[in-house]
């Protein structure tokens, strides 16, 4: 069996059905824009985490808040040019314009820009160090849209902050969470980054967290010995779900409401 995404497994406990007719049997969206964009907006990012040490290590004095968002911004600028101009021919191709990307792109680039400036900001407040001490002692660095695989899984944690012992696999979520604890898809989720952050970082993971942005609120969840079996137990059964029958509707009928299948899935008799 080859690594499955991740995000199969949160469509799967929240409708097996909508994950039938997406996966077996392949209706939803074609957009043919979307593998392509996805992979720019990826290359992007391992440049982007790839120049953290060189933009931190270039601030060798007191930086007011707002230059070093400065710094940030114009190298993240420099570096999103760069890599839609290398794919300009491919978008080209599937009549997608540069300007058009980069407008698509740029607010995500300008979080990260926001997020990392107020982090290193803040850190230097604290510590009153620069340049090479700064990028020595700074924890938690950060990695934004990190690509994660092994043998049974693989897909894209939102964020991953790096301490010297162990690292934290984020996940951003939009929505607001339960009155308590996590939705289960999500745990699942980052108990998923959890087991592929620890194999591809080679560090101990205590732990991850959900994000919830809708409510402001993080979320712990706590790394255990039985995840990886359970795990595996969940992806036999999405495997199996794949190669049977398509599954009937959910019996909690509010979640077809907003589903962007509703319509193909109701022609359907199960």
Not at 135 to 158: C, Q, T
Request: glycine share 4%.
């Amino acid at each position: 069996m080859r690594p499955m995404p991740i995000n199969w497994i949160s469509t799967y406990l929240y409708c097996k059905r909508k994950l039938y007719l997406e996966q077996a049997m392949e209706i939803g969206s074609s957009d043919e824009k979307y593998p392509l964009k996805l992979d720019l907006k990826y290359r992007i990012f391992d440049k982007i985490n790839a120049v953290d040490e060189e933009v931190v290590k270039s601030i060798k004095s007191f930086k007011k808040l707002d230059e070093i968002q400065m710094i940030f911004r114009r190298k993240y600028y420099e570096i999103a040019n760069a890599v839609i101009e290398e794919g300009e021919e491919s978008l080209s191709k599937i009549n997608y314009s540069v300007a058009n990307f980069f407008h698509e792109i740029w607010p995500f680039i300008l979080k990260e820009v926001n997020f990392r400036a107020d982090n290193l900001f803040n850190f230097m407040i604290r510590r009153k160090i620069y340049s090479d001490e700064l990028w020595k002692e700074l924890f938690p660095k950060h990695l934004s849209e990190v690509r994660l695989e092994n043998n049974m899984l693989k897909g894209v944690v939102d964020r991953i902050e790096i301490y010297p012992e162990h690292i934290v696999p984020v996940e951003l979520k939009n929505s607001k969470g339960p009155n308590e604890g996590v939705w289960p898809g999500d745990r699942l989720q980052v108990e998923s980054y959890m087991v592929l952050a620890e194999g591809n970082f080679g560090k101990k993971v205590k732990h991850g967290f959900v994000n919830y942005l809708g409510s402001g609120e993080k979320r712990l969840i706590k790394n255990n010995e039985f995840v990886e079996d359970y795990l595996s137990t969940i992806l036999d059964s999405i495997d199996k779900c794949l190669k049977g029958k398509l599954p009937n509707f959910v019996k909690n009928r509010n979640k077809c409401t907003k589903c962007p299948l509703k319509g193909e899935c109701y022609k359907i008799k199960s």
